[in-house]
């Protein structure tokens, strides 16, 4: 508990009891029951508080006339976005726009986070972007099914040769699960480097050179969350598309 941020320990004081009881519930028995919230679930929480806080905020105040800066701020999030997934996704973009706009908000709060002294990325723990890439895996498949049917969407998995069934079937199944460890190792091990280059500068020469790299911390932090977004688009486009 002594490397525990104020957030981490006020929350095991207030939730310790409720959050060992849920994880008992379903197997799971905490190291250490008077903790069971790590600092990188607890910042999980902020940000997705704030989040919501930021959105509610932005419907509180919608004005065609004179809108907020909060507004506009808001409005340059989803003109981005949705420009991106017009290009990849294409027609019907707009369905998926929400989950890409959460997505890339949350991944790249959890990366700027960690510019802050002493407070480390929950991005840089392999379990945070394995739930991540489990959702966006789970995301995709699960329109690729509702777009194109059980059949339809499986027949994407055999490939246009039909002779050829029996190998590409396999083969593309395993690629499709492959792109989970994909998607989550890329995010991990890019802020897990990013985030030990800084600490070491940090402890080796605390002043200026350390700038630099905080700089680079954060250039990575937007590239990644950007590639995360990326990919989600690029694999909801194959999983709704419809051969013709």
Known sequence: ????????RLLNHVL????????????????????PISNAFALELLIAALMLAFFI???ATLSVDKPAPVQQFAEMIHEFVGGQAEQIIGHGYERFQ??????????????????????????ELEVVTLAIALATFVYYNFYGFKEQGVVGYLKHFAGPVWWLAWLMFPIEVVSHFARI???????????????LVTLV??????????VIFLGLH???????AFVFMLLIMIYLSLAVAHEH
């Open 57 to 59: 905020l932005v419907r």
């Open 181 to 195: 460890m994909s998607l989550s190792v890329r995010l991990y091990a890019n802020m897990f480097a990013g985030g």
């Open 218 to 224: 954060l250039l990575v932090s937007v590239i990644q």
């Open 16 to 35: 310790a009891g409720p959050v060992d009881a849920l994880l008992n519930a379903v197997g799971v028995h905490p190291a250490d029951p008077a903790a």
């Open 201 to 210: 500068f940090f402890s080796l020469v605390p002043v200026g050179i350390p």
């Open 98 to 123: 929400s989950f890409a706009t959460v997505a890339f908000v949350f991944i790249l709060s959890c990366n700027l986070i960690g510019l802050i002294p002493g407070v480390n990325s929950p991005t």
């Open 1 to 8: 508990m002594s490397d525990s941020l104020a957030l981490t």
